[in-house]
């Protein structure tokens, strides 16, 4: 491990960072996740009856949190600007209807998005290192990386190495976060730790603190491009984690739930998560975003339904 | 509303974030119709006393007025030992799988009404709905359900060929669940052959004259299932009486002695499922968040009214500063207030006599010198209400840590070792549950081997099911309810001369 990645970590956790064992020995240290514990009781927060002005307040703040993204192949500017129209005004009926946090796009489209989104506060996301497999060179990465962040984009979505993460080299993928942290400027990175590859809860915590350690502004399920994408327990252990980080360090970092996450209902029961598993504090843009497409529309008609009484079709919604 | 980036503040004290405040979810309560007087259920019809009175049930949340119900006396219990006596020539008689099937029909019935029965306990006991509907209904059903399966296997109950029901049993439950301890009483009575005279606690009748209208939705037939309301001096005209083959109670160690004294010398098989004091047991190496969900369920869950409560926890003296913060940040999102809100987590206490009983208790837990934490919420103004309550720096000596509490109280005590983890946990008189916190599987399988209480659980607590076992050591009771070894209480050998 490099000196300057060790330099990187908060005071409490340079001596984890020490070396390459003290970084395994206190990954491995972190005290093991109950599975079935976890997930009943995620279960059963699930069973918070969000009604009337809590729904209201919810599904907003949901709009709030959502980096609107689109990674696909067949991408083009004309989308990309769609969508950013989109993002800046979810309803042009509606004036109260606030943005979306930011759009997430590739990095050869972030200076379309950096053009049409101007100075109307909505934030420029971009993938990098390699995204969405992560199986280049630490050269390549920090090249990919080097493009968004010079494109203008003001958060970086990487990924970590997963091979190397499950194979043990954690000081590795400890240093690329690092490099691609330095990579990113004043721009904000955020982690993707891929958990449907992680397998465990064991293996998904250990990554969030590594990511944390190491940096990450913000820590993040999924790239959406493998299933399982982001589910409510792996997230509620992302929000341990962070909440635990900051106890520790007293650094106050993000979460980002990202993939698969369709509805206002679902929304919501991730609000409750927030709430309850980390804390009010995060209920902000700043520290919990949805990384999702489809999902703004139904926090749409949700939100027309709760004010209007009515709920109108998905033809009403203008498409992006 | 739209931000560029990504701000984060430095520390969590510098964030001003209004909590996200959950509006009020109240369930509907029209679903039940509540009769403003209730008669006693014998022989498959309702029926007004002989020599019983009057008295009336209560919402503790609200202290108002629900209805009013019969405390059925000396003559009620004989006609309905004798509408039961009657019942039973024919009921175990009758085509095992057809016994099954009026089961099957019950739990079905169960489950379609579950919405009525879910409000109906909350009203009645005063519980969060949340737990009346997601546990205390569904499980009630799953246990007719189970032993509807059981009525014509009974060859296979470990008795041997043939086994005999024992004739009519007198059952009496306590308030903490009505419903599900109906369903834990009734269900293998029935299963095996038997018919029964229910006695359900004071202060909550109303969900076992419901289940006496399913009962009767479902033609099973007259004087098999019959419900007398009442009191303490009901319960026992009920278990002393001649008519009575064999006694179920369930209820506080005190009462269960009475009985076991009151039934000595008669050919009565009794089973007695009492009080405890468990030791919840959390070792260093424990999965953290999830043990604290387990104390908190352990304790918090019914208000603490649960005889197998994890109301003293153990835990290894050098996590238990980490344990005791976390598990006090955690209990600063329970919602206290109206049961019938589909938010709350703790619901009322269930009478103001169990509401003195806590606060005595409480006191004298200060008195002794525990330090106590409470959760600082308002309290509503009616009803029965008390903090949940956590009191650390707890010795083995201390009344809190010695005497069941039953309610929202926790005792923190720390060991250093197993061999004291062990010898603390069975250093009580009761004997009921027990649970372990560990991720170390030899270590469950020791302390589980070590442990002398009638339920292990590990990494896990309060979880019931039927074909799981459910009893005491010591005084917490004897006999076991559910599972294959729960229906020896209701069976008996072929005997080839009787």
Known sequence: ?320 | MARTDLDVPQSVTDLVTPTWEYAPAPQAIDVVSIAATNDLFIGGDWVSTQDGSTTSTLNPATEDHLADYTVAGPADVDAAVAAARTAFASWSRLRPATRGAYLYRIARIMQERAREFAVLESLDNGKPIRESRDVDVPTAAAHFFYHAGWADKLDWAGLGPGPRPLGVAGQVIPWNFPLLMLSWKIAPALACGNTVVLKPAETTPLTALLFAQVCQQADLPPGVVNIVTGDGDTGAHLVSHDGVDKVAFTGSTAVGKAIARQVAGSDKKVTLELGGKAANIVFDDAAMDQAVEGIVNGIFFNQGHVCCAGSRLLVQENVHDEVVERLTERLGTLRLGDPLDKNTDIGAVNSSEQLGRITDLVAAGEAEGATKWELDCALPTNGFWFRPTVFTGVEQSHTIATDEIFGPVLSVLTFRTPDEAVAKANNTPYGLSAGVWTEKGSRILEMAGRLRAGVVWANTFNRFDPTSPFGGYKESGYGREGGRHGLAAYLKPATPIE
């Open chain 1, 1 to 320: 491990m490099s000196l300057t990645a060790r330099e990187a970590a908060p005071p409490e956790l340079h001596e984890a960072m020490r070396s390459e064992a003290a970084l395994r020995s206190f990954l491995h240290g972190l005290g093991g996740v109950d599975a079935v514990g976890l997930e009943a009781r995620v279960t059963g927060l699930a069973t918070r009856s969000i009604k009337k002005d809590a729904k209201r307040t919810g599904i907003d703040l949901a709009i709030a949190m959502v980096d609107l993204t689109t990674l696909e192949g067949q991408d083009t500017p004309g989308k990309v600007r769609a969508l950013c129209a989109k993002g800046i005004h979810p309803d042009p009926t509606d004036d109260d209807c606030p943005s979306v946090a930011a759009i997430c796009v590739y990095p050869d489209l972030v200076a379309t998005a950096v053009d049409a989104l101007g100075d109307s506060g909505v934030g420029v996301a971009a993938v990098a290192t390699a995204f969405p497999a992560g199986r280049s060179s630490l050269e390549v990465k920090i090249a990919d990386t080097t493009l968004a962040v010079d494109a203008g984009a003001r958060e970086v979505d990487m990924v970590i190495d997963r091979g190397a993460f499950l194979s043990g080299r954690y000081g590795q993928v400890f240093d690329e976060i690092v490099a691609t942290k330095e990579a990113c400027g004043d721009a904000k990175l955020k982690v993707i730790l891929e958990t449907g590859e992680l397998a465990t809860y064991d293996n998904v915590r250990r990554a969030s603190w590594l990511a944390l350690a190491a940096g990450g502004d913000v820590i993040k399920t999924s790239t959406g491009k493998v299933s399982p994408a982001a589910t409510r327990p792996v997230t509620a252990v992302l929000l341990q984690a962070v909440r635990d980080f900051a106890r520790l360090t007293g650094q106050v970092r993000g979460v980002k739930a990202a993939g698969g996450i369709r509805t206002s209902k679902d929304a919501l029961r991730y609000l409750v998560l927030v709430q309850e598993v980390a804390g009010p504090a995060w209920l902000t843009p700043d520290l919990f975003r949805f990384g999702a497409s489809s999902l703004l529309d139904d926090l749409l008609l949700q939100r027309t339904s709760q004010r209007t009484g009515r709920y109108h079709s998905a033809d009403y919604l203008p498409m992006a």
